[in-house]
């Protein structure tokens, strides 16, 4: 009986959910190379102890700690004269605010919705719409299954892949993809001719929740989340950063760890973790078929970015040109819709150097001349628990960013 007793409490315990009373996140904003430099270094040399949300050179950092560590931290800021404030005072008020909001059954295009949820929906794509069919393009470590959605209207269309949820706690990406995919295939069948005509010349592969282990784990354990859930051999530590994990430059020296209780953990070999070995293994396979891949987009969250390689490292493709171009023309459609205002440019450049991610290998090993990653809604104000009140909003304006890139891809 005590035996029992002594189990249930444990079980009890486990089953908690991570809380984050206190913690606060703060917005770094450095000066000038010296100060730059430290808070890169300051990012790159810590693995557990801070949890760097976003970092864009030259502009802001963002990072969540512990109540504890707070003061330490900015007592080195202080000491190197970096400007920085409170960009979140609670992180749990957030989170509880997001709570009290979330749908306890059902779908809808305006909430946060569950895996269950999403896997539903995209049965439920195939069955009303005749240009749908729906696969399971992958299985989690935890055997889930990845479903995912092929658009077509015809044969012999180059490919276009859209992916999101690789990073958990990035609820929003998942949330806008799905609104785009019912977007594009209710104006498909209503006849619409922008979707007829992009569709005469493409297929559409989408997966709106790549990492459905962390994204479970987000709603049943702990909101902030990033990594899978496989198991670290030798480590307590769980997960792999999916985004570290690509074949292409995998270990190559900037913005990964080797540590398994880091945020950035790139794992012990590329693709060992099944959500990219797969899905990347079902894409060169539609090349090898004598496919083109046109286009590759990893939908994330947050920053308002729209970026190309190289993330590896700060130089060039010599495809840049027209990679830059249709950044710009996305983002001119999406600022149109609602004001929101993106920056886009070479990853490395534009955010930070890091390596074994999916925007390069859609470039350098896919071959998809246009490959970019895209950092939703917000620049931090909410940062990861982006309101569900602005989900349709992101939803609207990166649909329109989309078909813009779809017609400059269609024409070069």
Request: with cysteine; glycine share 8%.
């Amino acid at each position: 009986m005590k035996l029992f007793i002594l189990s249930l409490l444990i079980a009890v315990a486990v089953a908690e959910k991570v809380r984050y009373d206190g913690y606060q996140t703060l917005r770094i904003e450095p000066k000038g190379t010296i100060q730059n430099d430290y808070v890169h270094h300051l990012a790159e040399s810590v693995d557990a102890k801070y949890d760097f949300w976003a970092h864009v050179p030259n502009a802001y950092t963002d990072v969540m700690m512990a109540p504890n560590l707070v003061g330490g931290l900015k007592y080195l800021l202080d000491s190197k004269n970096i400007d920085y404030h409170v960009m979140v005072e609670d992180v749990q008020t957030l989170i509880d605010n997001e709570s009290d909001v979330l749908p306890t059954a059902g779908f809808s295009y305006d909430q946060y919705n569950d895996y269950d949820a999403i896997q539903q929906w995209v049965k439920d794509m195939a069955s009303q719409f005749s240009s749908a069919q729906q696969f399971q393009i992958a299985t989690s470590s935890e055997n889930r299954a990845i479903n995912a959605l092929k658009i077509s209207t015809g044969s012999g269309r180059n490919v276009v892949y859209f992916q999101g949820g690789i990073h958990a706690r990035e609820w929003v990406s998942p949330a806008t993809l799905m609104y785009m995919t019912n977007e594009l295939l209710t104006n498909l069948a209503n006849g619409n001719s922008q979707e007829t005509n992009l569709l005469k010349e493409f297929d559409i592969y989408i997966v709106p929740s790549l990492n459905v282990d962390g994204y479970v784990y987000t709603h049943t354990d702990n909101r902030m989340w990033r990594k899978t859930r496989s198991n670290n051999v030798g480590s307590v530590c769980m997960g792999v950063d999916p985004n570290r994990n690509y074949q292409y430059k995998w270990n190559g020296g900037s913005g990964s760890s080797g540590s398994a209780c880091s945020d950035t953990y790139r794992g012990t070999n590329y693709n060992t973790e099944p959500e990219v070995s797969q899905t990347t293994e079902f894409l060169l396979n539609l090349k090898n078929q004598g496919n083109t891949i046109s286009l590759f987009i990893d939908f994330h969250s947050y920053s308002q970015l729209w970026l190309s390689p190289w993330s590896y490292r700060a130089t060039k493709p010599s495809q840049y040109a027209d990679q830059v171009e249709g950044a710009k023309q996305a983002c001119a459609a999406l600022q149109s819709v609602h004001g929101t205002s993106y920056t886009y440019g070479p990853s490395a450049q534009t955010l930070y150097a890091a390596d074994g991610c999916s925007v390069d290998w859609g470039h350098g090993t896919l071959g998809a001349k246009y490959s970019y990653v895209v950092e939703l809604r917000d620049t931090g104000r909410y940062g990861f628990q982006l309101p569900e009140s602005q989900i349709i909003p992101t939803g609207e304006e990166t649909y329109a960013g989309v078909m813009a890139l779809l017609e400059y891809v269609k024409a070069n």
